[in-house]
């Protein structure tokens, strides 16, 4: 798990092929988290917001201008032009 994140950090995942992603795989593809079960523990632990929210399913569907917080760290959803 990372946690060298700066305080409030900007990121941007662009949706390339699909109309969504679902959290845990949003996790791991970033690389704040070593493998799916290591995401879906962050999840469970309830350290996860989404749309400034805790979010604690695994698989929610994070679409486009969605955003993603964690350990400082804000994402947000494009989706591809």
Do not use: P
């Not at 700066?6 to 969504?20: A, I, Q, S, V």
């Not at 949003?26 to 749309?51: P, R, Y």
């Amino acid at each position: 798990m990372r946690t060298d994140l700066g305080y409030h950090k900007m990121e941007e995942f662009t949706l390339l092929k699909f109309e969504y992603v679902e959290l845990y795989k949003l996790l791991k593809i970033q690389g704040f988290a070593n493998s799916g079960a290591e995401a879906k523990q962050m999840i469970d632990e309830g350290i996860i917001k989404v749309n400034g929210e805790v979010e604690t399913q695994r698989r929610k569907k994070i679409r486009s201008e969605d955003t993603v917080e964690f350990g400082g760290m804000i994402m947000t959803i494009k989706k591809r032009e």
